[in-house]
């Protein structure tokens, strides 16, 4: 039997990739429907490539025919065979092999199945949290399966790309030292140094640009990243990253050259052929107009500042706004005259729990102009001063926002694309654009500390250095510095992003000052990159992208644990292995732990 086995495996060939009658083949797979007729049986066989149709016939197979009808769904044989086409009426149109079938002369079941948890089949509606409880069923289904064929092209399109390019791929390591990235570390204990811990990275910023002081030039890695913090659709525990990192480059030369690598992986993985080179906005310019540094451009719909019209009105609300230091903005929403006063209070609602707006008004544009009960405030001169400047027809609605300038743009920017999504506004297409001239330093507006935009790495223009090296200027300035970095948003959502860096020790300890970073604590937390930076560090760049994103993004699924073989759930759980888990009592101890939640006791 085992040479049978071995005679089936290496001449096999997909279920797929059948097409003409008269050979002989060689399968194996797994029963994805059965039907017993009798003296016939009829099962579907699966494996990676697609399905055929196997017949199992009595009068042809004897004693041997009686096992077949035990075969079961998602029972494991191997088939020895004919191909012949089916009669006319039986064919098949669903199926790429569906015009021929593969009539069984020898066959072994390998493997029966117990009763499925769910059907794999179109129809199955098992949810979500069932699926990952049984992955590796869920991962048989064709959606799943294509999605993880379609990463593993992704990423071969990447190597591929990036080798012609010159890109040497480096693998970074995973325990490394604990320094502070924007997100909780996972830590993980030494036994060999008690008290000390390791922490998986965040990223390998770090290391990446190490290996631009070493000399490489030119580094890639798709790496796995973690980042202990809450979860949602476009987050997960651990994710992965394709990583970048180029020396004696400037921005131009970093977007040219990833506008080339991903208008290659599109067109060879999603037969998609996009235009190069990507517009490019600032990131004040998307600010103002999107209320977001991630812009969806798909569609227009601009945030518009009205606080000159706001300021002839007599509004108190917007003129109390605007004597804080606030800003009044408003926008235009095509054909919104719809929505009724249920919507109206149901998004009113929805902006103060969710961005601190105070309130909504708005006005609809009616045979007679903008009308509503917030426009007696306004003289008609205003009114229609505001409407040729929102360019608003009748039939469509306007929402109006005046706050502090971050709540203004939040409450309007998440309302741009709400309404853009409700109102079938957005065109299916896609739309890259580069997010660019972000600040270096970003003021909490309750506390007014400033903390980086990005990271602490990120080199700031060099028109801005004498803001930066004059404590006096910075404590007026510091705020005004422009960064050296760039996103790339497609559609809406950040696929990732990058800048050039800080490749000398001096700029680099003066953007920890800024940032409350003394010299003690920059020598513990980063002293090794410091010192790398006084032995010759070249002038470099890079950038980092989230493949899951990118992924779920193109393939259009709601979440990236669509595209991972095996995530999380929102709560940071694997149903299927049951963890995160206690351990033993005696792991704890060696690890010198000690923990205050219930540990397992294995001495009973």
């Not at 071995?6 to 097409?19: A, D, Q």
């Not at 030039?217 to 659709?233: H, N, P, S």
Request: charged residues 30%; contains cysteine.
């Amino acid at each position: 039997m085992h040479n049978w086995f071995h005679n089936v495996f290496s001449s096999r060939i997909g279920c797929g990739e059948l097409k003409k009658a008269g050979e002989s083949v060689s399968l194996a797979g797994w029963a994805f429907r059965y039907r017993d007729q009798g003296g016939l049986v009829f099962v579907d066989l699966r494996d990676r490539t697609g399905i055929v149709q196997v017949v199992f016939d009595r009068s042809s197979l004897g004693d041997a025919f009686d096992a077949a009808t035990h075969i079961r769904a998602e029972t494991v044989l191997a088939i020895q065979g004919k191909v012949r086409n089916r009669s006319a009426e039986t064919v098949n149109p669903k199926i790429a092999t569906g015009k021929i079938e593969v009539v069984a002369e020898k066959y072994e079941i390998i493997n029966i199945s117990k009763p499925l948890p769910f059907q794999l089949d179109e129809f199955s509606e098992a949810g979500e949290e069932h699926r990952l409880k049984y992955r590796y069923l869920d991962m048989r289904r064709d959606e799943m399966k294509d999605t993880l064929i379609i990463r593993s092209k992704l990423n071969q399109a990447i190597r591929q790309y990036l080798e012609k390019e010159e890109f040497i791929e480096v693998e970074t390591p995973i325990l490394i030292k604990s320094t502070p990235e924007g997100a909780r570390d996972f830590l993980v204990p030494a036994r060999l140094s008690p008290g000390k811990f390791y922490a998986l990275p965040q990223s390998p910023q770090l290391f990446k640009q190490i290996l631009m002081v070493a000399g490489l030039e030119r580094y890639f890695q798709i790496v796995k990243c973690f980042r202990d913090e809450d979860l949602r659709a476009d987050r997960q525990p651990e994710f992965t990253q394709l990583d970048m990192e180029y020396s004696f480059v400037d921005e131009e030369m970093i977007i040219k050259s990833l506008e080339g690598l991903w208008s290659h992986v599109l067109k060879k993985v999603f037969d998609v052929k996009v235009k190069v080179p990507f517009p490019s906005i600032t990131y004040q310019e998307s600010m103002e107009n999107y209320g977001t540094d991630r812009p969806d451009l798909r569609f227009d719909m601009k945030l518009v500042d009205i606080a000159d019209i706001a300021k002839k009105s007599s509004f108190q609300v917007f003129h109390k706004a605007i004597e804080a230091g606030g800003r009044v903005k408003a926008i235009c929403v095509p054909g919104g005259a719809v929505l009724s006063r249920k919507d109206i209070d149901d998004l009113t609602a929805w902006v103060g729990q969710d961005f601190g707006a105070k309130g909504l008004a708005w006005m609809k544009h009616e045979a007679d102009g903008l009308k509503s009960a917030v426009s007696k405030f306004f003289t008609p001169e205003l009114l229609e001063e505001m409407a040729k400047r929102l360019k608003t027809k009748v039939g469509d609605i306007v929402f109006f926002a005046g706050d502090r300038p971050h709540i203004v743009n939040n409450t309007l920017g998440n309302l741009r694309l709400r309404l853009g999504k409700q109102l079938n506004l957005i065109p299916d297409e896609w739309n890259f654009v580069w997010v660019r001239d972000f600040p270096l330093f970003e003021r909490d507006p309750d506390t007014g500390t400033l903390h980086a935009v990005h990271h602490p790495f990120t080199a700031p223009r060099p028109e801005d250095l004498p803001i930066l090296n004059d404590p006096e200027r910075f404590k007026k300035e510091g705020h005004t510095i422009l960064s050296r970095a760039y996103d790339l948003v497609l559609n809406g959502t950040e696929l990732g992003g990058g800048s050039i860096r800080i490749h000398d020790k001096e700029t680099q300890s003066t953007v920890f000052r800024a940032l409350g970073v003394g010299e003690e604590e920059a020598r513990q937390k980063f002293g090794f990159l410091l010192e790398a930076l006084e032995y010759g560090a070249p002038p470099h760049g890079g950038v980092a992208f989230g493949v899951d994103r990118v992924l779920m993004l193109l393939l259009k699924k709601g979440s990236i644990r669509d595209v991972i073989a095996f995530p999380k759930t929102q709560k940071g759980t694997d149903l299927m292995s049951d963890c995160p888990s206690p351990v033993a009592i005696e792991q704890l101890r060696e690890l010198k732990i000690r923990s205050t939640a219930e540990a397992k006791d294995t001495q009973g």
